[in-house]
């Protein structure tokens, strides 16, 4: 079965960037980035289509940006404008077909 694994997670102060990475062990279709914040409920924040169109919740629109790589079977999320808000575990799962997930990569925004 895909195993998902995601990385770039770090701490950062508010106004601050990173980019996260998603690595898939085989073939994925649309993908999706998702965070969990302490108490709060996994919440899908961003997709990207096999044929590259995007979606993203109000919440990050026009400060985060989903993209792949088909070849590498990669999943990227460049994240902009950080707030402190946006603290949270984020990971990497098809939003029609869940994979098991991953372990997930922390983002930590201080303000």
């Known amino acids: 079965q895909v195993q998902l694994v995601e990385s770039g997670g770090g701490l950062v102060q508010a106004g601050g960037s990173l980019r996260l990475s998603c690595a898939a062990s085989?073939?994925?279709?649309?993908m999706g980035w998702y965070r969990q914040a302490p108490g709060k409920q996994r919440e899908l924040v961003a997709t990207?289509?096999?044929?590259?169109?995007?979606i993203y919740a109000d919440s990050v629109k026009g400060r985060f940006t989903i993209s792949r790589d088909n070849a590498k079977k990669m999943v990227y999320l460049q994240m902009n404008s950080l707030k402190p808000e946006d603290t949270a575990v984020y990971y990497c799962?098809?939003?029609?077909?869940?994979?098991?997930w991953g372990q997930g990569t922390q983002v930590t925004v201080s303000s």
């Open positions: 085989g073939s994925i279709n649309a």
């Open positions: 990207i289509l096999s044929g590259g169109s995007t």
């Open positions: 799962n098809q939003p029609w077909s869940y994979l098991p």
